[in-house]
């Protein structure tokens, strides 16, 4: 398996040297095409157009052309979807055939998976599987399958990031399948903490002691290449083994590869962006204004007007100084390691591993880890632990007016939630992306028992009014407070739906927000719990799909109306279409309509439907992160930021 790994790299890259195109050919879906065959970066023959960094003034001419080929591909879907949402006395599908050609009048959908560890994947799955047309069950009456095949972009943070990533690396492979996962794979085997690593040998772990080596000797070999690690290299691939179903968690698989995926190619999938935050060394105090950096498989870089530039993702790793990379510097591939970004977006959780080399002989972890663990810390003393070195820095020199990295060998990136943001919105609000509906599905722990109360969205919104929006625009949300005694917090609440409120300025997409809410079990599982047994993952996994559908429009009778006038809403408007009669009253119902009630809330959220769980297993068994032994810090960032 190694050696035909190493094999494939090695065949790829040369066909990629031999022009562009070829490469995609030969892997067909996301792949270990690391040219050095495992974990570390590694030099290649730069392609004859140089990679180059470039200004965020448009989107990339590899998205552009990708997007002429996707939006006609949602066309189907949606009106799939929109005559299952049968909105009375208006004929949706002759609105969305009148229009096929025009994609300024056709809807435009993103998807935003926010954070908060495993709750956050297990929550998003839900959506993502009620939405998925390929899903058992999810187009029939009562439901949105489709709505995934509909959209265009899916973005993702932290724990959703570890969704959006395992599907993308597995062959855009469906929520159902992860989730059940396979004899010989550690792929979603939730009820194995990671610290404790895979209990089983199978073909893709060889058994718990070569799983602490692997991973050593990976974080060992990208060092002795010559590259920085930080605690995220560990993290990273220790995540892996549960994301990535390949040998050893994929160690070559790199972001840029799924752009070769046959299906990302063909554009029969969303745009996947993962999201972290930049931190300049000595920042300890991460503010909305920290540039928010979006990694797609194509490009990484940022809108913010902090660098306002994008490297191709393919060749991070190269010596890119004022954006280009001179002749006698070096091109490299391979510093996109899948499960590095997935770790970087998540960096929060490299707290995890301190935490193990804190447990005092309790744990079978290898001294090898330990010393592995302390010694990173030392390198990196001064600089807090929670954070993902990216080195050489793609924008070193780079717009050195406004770029306050520019002197810097290393870019420092943190978990996407830390800034309070802990929905990916920025990438799906820019306008240039043009999104008329975002779906923003909030697994967040803000309230005292781990569920939403807004706090990302107002972080959204807030961001929107100062410097650092640059042309970036959000509707107004309430307070915490309103969010609970309104129970903006327990059904899907629409934002931005009176666009008067832009006052002619940029009209952004409409925000439906979906919040984590106890429908059928409490999905408000601690940030830091991390395992989950099988059944308990079932269970929060069904719960938010019962989420995403109001139990199946049981909760609601015309919930799949509602959701399709939220699709069609920024459509009509720009046309000038009567809104349809049932649209109003589902608006009247789901739109925040700038009522505020900010007394102080007394309950936290009740069973919507029922406890599935009362009369089965109550106990929610899993590791949870001893807080005990964390340190201050980290249980502040946990119980103010985190998600
Ligand atoms: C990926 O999935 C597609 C669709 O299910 C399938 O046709 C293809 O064989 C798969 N490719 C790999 C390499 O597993
Ligand atoms: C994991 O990969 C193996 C080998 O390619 C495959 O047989 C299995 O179906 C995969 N499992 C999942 C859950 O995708
Ligand atoms: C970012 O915001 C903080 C306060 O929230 C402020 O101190 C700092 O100067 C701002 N930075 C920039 C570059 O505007
Ligand atoms: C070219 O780039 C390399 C690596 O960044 C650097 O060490 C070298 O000084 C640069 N040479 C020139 C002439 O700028
Ligand atoms: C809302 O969430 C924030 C953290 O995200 C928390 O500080 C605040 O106490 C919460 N307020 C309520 C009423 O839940
Ligand atoms: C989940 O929420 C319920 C109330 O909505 C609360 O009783 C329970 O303690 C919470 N669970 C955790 C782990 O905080
Ligand atoms: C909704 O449908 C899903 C998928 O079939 C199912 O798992 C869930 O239990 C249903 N919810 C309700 C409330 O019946
Ligand atoms: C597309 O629709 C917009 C909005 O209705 C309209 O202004 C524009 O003329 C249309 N373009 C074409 C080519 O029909
Ligand atoms: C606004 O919403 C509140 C409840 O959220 C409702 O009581 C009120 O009647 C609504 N106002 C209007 C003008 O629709
Ligand atoms: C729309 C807008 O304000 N764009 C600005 C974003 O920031 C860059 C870099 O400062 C400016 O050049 C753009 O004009």
Redesign the pocket.
Known sequence: MLLSASLLAFVSSVLAAAGPGHAGELSRRAAPDSPSGSYPPANVDCPSTRPTIRAADSLSQAERDWLRERRPKTVQPMIDLLRRGNIPDFDAEGFINNHANNFSVIPNIGIAVSGGGYRALMNGAGFIAAADSREAGSTGAGQIGGLLQAATYVSALSGGGWLVGSIYANNYTTVTRLRDGSPDSSVWKFEDSILGGPDEPGVSILNTAGYWSDLVDNVDDKRDAGYAVSLTDPWGRALSYQLINATQGGPAYTLSSIANDERFANADTPFPIIVTVERAPGNDNLALNNSVVEFNPYEMGTFDPTFYGFAPTRYLGS???RGE??????CVRGLDQLGFVMGTSSSLFNYALIELTNSNGESEVPTVVLNMVEGILETISGESNDVAVWE?NPF?GYHPGINRNANRESLILVDGGMALENIPLQPVIQPMRAVDVVFAVDSSADTEYYWPNGTALRATYERSKQDVANGTNFPAVPGANTFINLGLNRRPTFFGCDVSEFRGGHVPPLIVYVPNAPYTINSNISTFQMSTEVEEKLRIIQNGWNVATMGNDTVESDWTTCLSCAVLSRSLQRTGTTIPAACNTCFQRHCWNGTENEATPTAEPTFIIGDAAATANPQNAGVTLRTSSMSLAVAVLAALFLA
């Open positions: 010596q890119f100084n990379i001179n002749s006698t510097g070096h050489p070193r």
